[in-house]
């Protein structure tokens, strides 16, 4: 039987990374065997013991069937605003990266990498020293009426494990933790903005073991254009969608307007203070 929650604590519609989403709270009818499916007509994807989410791409419409009445709106929305939201972003053209980004001086600068690689916690402590989160796991990409490339800003709040947040001096004891991660936490940020600014910079983390320094390299023409590939967020859903072509003239035009770089950094947590100067003081 369904899981009904109470209309009081969970959304009808949402509005987020520039999209109005109906959400509905009901049993999803024929649901398919397998745990994902994705197509042009619709996307389905089911989450053991959280729910299950049913989008109608062409409404803007995501149909939710909760696991059990106690799971909680935030835990729902770790699913809904990340991979369910892609799907539905990657549908209607926009640039859906993996990554967090910040602003700093006006532009957007994102911070991507493989999971692990450090991209939220560099993020977070770029927020401690008084910059503006725009998003983090999810950035979204689109063009403006004069063809610039601009993040649109997405919720306010950072996914951190428990060592980084106590490197960043923040308790992690009255803080929701991410259901599928057991030492993994979701941190509130006040320190953001909903405006949509233009792109300057990309960062692309590479933790390595035994090396003694962090080291900066710009990436540039072809290999440019494949970093931001590499770096999009559930890839795996554009064929499907049929946007291959649009995605390739997405990442293009975004490699022409930014700077890319590699950075190299050390495994220990002793390089964080490192990466936030040189991102702070980078041109």
């Known amino acids: 039987m369904l899981a009904t929650p109470s209309t009081s604590m969970f959304p009808q ?30 996307f389905y994807l089911r989450v053991t013991d959280v729910a299950e989410y049913w989008v109608n791409p062409q409404k803007n419409q995501i149909i939710i069937e909760l696991a059990t009445p106690e799971i909680s709106y935030s ?46 916690t560099l993020a977070a402590a770029l927020v401690k020293q008084g910059y503006y989160l725009l998003t983090d796991d999810v950035v979204v990409v ?9 993040i649109v800003p997405g919720p306010a709040k950072l996914k951190l494990w428990s ?10 004891s009255n803080l929701e933790q991410v259901i599928n991660k057991a030492d993994k936490f979701q941190l509130p940020v006040t320190k953001h903005t909903m405006e949509s600014y233009p792109i300057s910079r990309f960062y ?42 649009q995605h390739f003239i997405s990442c ?23 990466l936030v100067q040189l991102i702070e003081n980078h041109n």
């Open 142 to 150: 689109k063009a403006n009426e004069n063809g610039q490339m601009e």
């Open 75 to 120: 835990i729902v929305a770790t699913w809904l605003l990340g991979t369910v939201m892609a799907y539905l972003l990657q549908y209607h053209g926009y640039l859906v990266l993996h990554g967090s980004a910040v602003l700093i001086n006006d532009h957007a600068v994102i911070i991507s990498g493989d999971s692990g690689a450090g991209k939220s």
């Open 252 to 274: 293009s035009e975004l490699g022409k307007q930014i700077k890319t770089f590699k950075i190299m950094r050390p495994v220990k947590v002793e390089s964080l203070t490192t």
């Open 13 to 42: 519609e949402i509005s987020i990374f520039g999209l109005k989403v109906e959400l509905l709270w009901q049993a999803i009818a024929n649901k398919p065997e397998p745990s994902v499916v994705c197509a042009e007509e619709h």
């Open 204 to 245: 692309e983390l590479n933790p390595v073991d035994n090396l003694s320094s962090v080291t900066l390299s710009e990436i540039l023409g072809v290999e440019k254009l494949q970093l931001l590939i590499k770096n999009t967020y559930r890839y795996g859903m554009l064929k499907a969608l049929n946007k291959f072509k």
């Open 163 to 172: 060592d980084a947040l106590k490197k960043l001096a923040y308790d992690s």
